[in-house]
């Protein structure tokens, strides 16, 4: 059965702080790694991975992946209020052509 | 660019009530999917679809039906609604592995 674990399911941070969320999945016909970010709303995008080792980088986020040990990780430095949020992980199996999402972290960044 | 459009946003129903719930895409997306989020649990898949005329089941299917009589629309049917369903629902699309977009979701209770 295809699966995506996310952890730790929740984390409170000050402002500043550094964090490292993770996401490992098993799915057959892995195609891609997403990585979402969930406020009040609808999830939005952050970044899609596609091949090991090449981390990928918005502002003071940043992410990777690792095909060999079927994980990738998401880090948020000097992490500010307004990253408070759900963040969530999906993995895409072409074979079935389906997204499955992991339960989310959920972040909260203290002033 | 509308995106990803779900109507409607908000909905009570009694128990038995039946109801559809439209999702609409101006991506040209062939692939469209249906997501319910419930408190712990992150998405779940309930239908989708990888193009015109074509549905299949995701993880949660039982009491759903989905059509897909055109592109750029995917409905969501509830035939008779159980207090189970009450969750908020997000339809979203995509090229296939590539990021998947959301629409604003509907919050439904089921009473």
């Known amino acids: 059965e295809d699966k995506v674990v996310q952890s730790p399911l929740s984390l409170v941070v000050h402002e500043g702080d550094t964090v490292t969320l993770n996401c490992s999945y098993e799915?057959?016909?892995?195609?891609?790694l997403l990585w979402y970010k969930q406020e009040k709303k609808a999830p939005t995008f952050l970044f899609m991975l596609t091949s090991s080792g090449i981390e990928k980088k918005s502002g003071r986020l940043s992410s990777i992946l690792d095909k060999k040990e079927l994980f990738s990780i998401l880090n948020i430095t000097a992490t500010q209020t307004g990253d408070s949020a759900v963040y969530l992980c999906a993995a895409y199996t072409s074979g079935t052509y389906k997204y499955i999402f992991g339960t989310g972290t959920r972040l909260k960044v203290l002033a | 660019n509308a995106g990803v459009t779900q109507t409607p946003k908000f909905r009570v129903l009694k128990t038995g009530q039946s109801m559809t719930l439209l999702c609409a895409q101006d991506?040209?997306?062939?692939?469209m999917y249906w997501y319910r989020q419930d408190p712990g649990m992150g998405l779940r898949l309930i239908h989708y679809s990888v193009g015109e005329g074509t549905t299949a089941k995701g993880e949660v299917p039982d009491g759903y039906n989905v059509s897909r009589l055109k592109k750029q629309n995917f409905l969501l049917g509830l035939e008779s609604a159980a207090p189970s369903q009450t969750s908020v629902y997000f339809c979203?699309?995509?090229?296939?592995?590539?990021?998947?977009?959301f629409g604003n979701g509907t919050r439904l209770t089921v009473t």
């Open positions: 799915v057959t016909n892995f195609r891609s």
């Open positions: 991506m040209n997306h062939e692939y």
């Open positions: 979203a699309s995509s090229y296939g592995w590539t990021a998947l977009h």
